[in-house]
């Protein structure tokens, strides 16, 4: 508390200058430039517990309904942190969109589903879902446990029953995440539930007045899994059809805090992955496409983003964003692009580079998603199905590296608009099959 009693928070209009010193400002700071990796920061910890013993103790009293991700949808067992097995559904999925995904960057989730279509996935993208409020939750503190786990259950007991819509069974399709933040979030929530009986009866009311229950009990899923992870899997799947040659690229790879910082254990680690010591989604597909992976010293650090201080203290997000991921990778890594795996991170690292050039930092950096580049790569228009032009920074450089004729494709896509605004639209899922609520799915 300051002396006028006013809390201080270190956001907003009370937010202090710690005056630091240039070299005292490095030795706060000089951590992240040393050699961290998963073993030094995480392992070298004491074992934490598989939350899934709890789990599967609870659906032995009786108490929970284990959602498990069964043959029918192909699972490919990846380890984790700790060498434990996680499986990864390839098939029969049920899309848990992103809210910023969709608002900011469309041409993510469309080629998460066109990369899907290419590998003949079988999977579910209906309208009956909604947000997971963890924004709220972790931007304003205005949210709480209870209506987080009660929104998290609700999804995936929509995930669970929605193909009954189409006449198939219950659990035919297995929920997979697009977003980061929900990723985290639901994994922390699903912990908070196995371990406060005191939750699951609150939110046990709750979802049985929305008719949420499965036999009066609450549903679990068996795993949470990534749309990240899912890419990871299948890498050798996506890289066979690949079309332009990615050898000249050189690539920087930035992991997402609420990917692999929260809940860590749950992370995938693969040993063929820069040695295990790095969370391996994104590297490893970007890896098996035959791109140049190229370290930065500032790799661990948050995009910038943060969620409070993107809200009460904006030119922080701005100047973390440019100085200590884009300069870096620009000047360091010499870096032809800059590859993630969430919603926030990619927004952020890509949409805030225009306020760099009023201070005179103009580095500009193509920023994207793994399976954005991905299908680039794998011959996806770059303005229909990858959608560069809802992105910031400027992507032309890179189109041209890599071959790809982007003026050509730009009249294209203009030409595709045209046709779309006299109603000649093409899809990449049959829209009817997105209904699965009121009269639902009409085959």
Not at 267 to 279: A, F, K, S, T
Not at 348 to 353: M, P
Not at 381 to 405: N, R, T
């Amino acid at each position: 508390m300051s002396n006028s009693g006013e809390k201080f928070t270190g956001h907003g209009e009370e937010w202090r200058d710690a005056k630091l010193s240039a070299q005292d400002a490095a030795t706060a700071t000089s951590w992240v430039e040393l050699k961290i990796d998963k073993r030094a920061m995480l392992t070298n910890k004491d074992r934490v517990e598989d939350v899934r013993d709890a789990m599967w103790e609870l659906e032995k009293d009786g108490e929970i309904i284990v959602h498990r991700v069964g043959d029918q949808h192909e699972p490919v067992m990846a380890k984790t942190l700790y060498g434990w097995d996680k499986k990864i559904p390839t098939n029969q999925l049920w899309h848990h969109k992103s809210c910023g995904q969709c608002g900011n960057i469309p041409g993510y989730p469309a080629s998460l589903l066109w990369l899907m279509n290419q590998t003949g996935t079988r999977y579910l993208d209906e309208t009956d879902q909604t947000s997971c409020t963890a924004w709220n939750y972790h931007g304003s503190g205005i949210g709480n446990i209870v209506s987080l786990a009660a929104v998290f259950l609700r999804n995936f007991h929509q995930a669970y029953v929605s193909a009954q819509a189409e006449g198939l069974d219950p659990g035919y399709y297995y929920p997979l995440v697009h977003c980061g933040t929900s990723f985290g979030n639901y994994k922390e929530i699903r912990h908070f539930l196995m371990h406060s009986a005191e939750l699951r009866e609150q939110v046990r009311k709750i979802l049985a007045k929305l008719d949420r229950l499965i036999d009066g009990k609450l549903l679990i899923p068996e795993e949470i899994v990534h749309y990240s992870e899912w890419l990871h899997v299948m890498r050798q799947r996506i890289a066979a059809k690949q079309q332009i040659d990615a050898s000249s690229l050189r690539v920087t790879i930035h992991p997402a805090c609420h990917v692999y910082k929260m809940v860590p254990e749950d992370v995938i680690y693969d040993d063929d992955v820069l040695d295990g010591n790095r969370v391996a989604v994104s590297t490893g597909i970007m890896q098996e496409m035959g791109t140049q992976v190229i370290d930065y010293s500032t790799w661990y650090d948050c995009c910038g983003f943060g969620f409070r201080h993107i809200i009460s203290e904006r030119e922080f997000t701005r100047s973390f964003a440019i100085d200590r991921k884009i300069k870096v990778a620009v000047e360091e890594a010499h870096a032809d692009v800059m590859v993630g795996h969430d919603t926030g991170c990619i927004t952020t690292l890509d949409k805030n580079q225009w306020i760099g050039k009023a201070v005179g930092k103009d580095y500009a950096l193509p920023v994207m998603a793994d399976c954005q580049m991905a299908a680039l790569l794998c011959g996806a228009h770059p303005y229909k199905i990858v959608q560069l032009h809802w992105h910031a920074s400027p992507f032309e450089g890179l189109m041209e590296k890599l071959g790809i004729d982007w003026q050509t494709a730009k009249a294209e896509f203009e030409a595709y608009l045209e046709d779309v605004a006299e109603g000649k639209i093409e899809t990449l899922y049959d829209p009817k099959r997105a209904i699965t609520s009121g009269e639902g799915y009409q085959r």
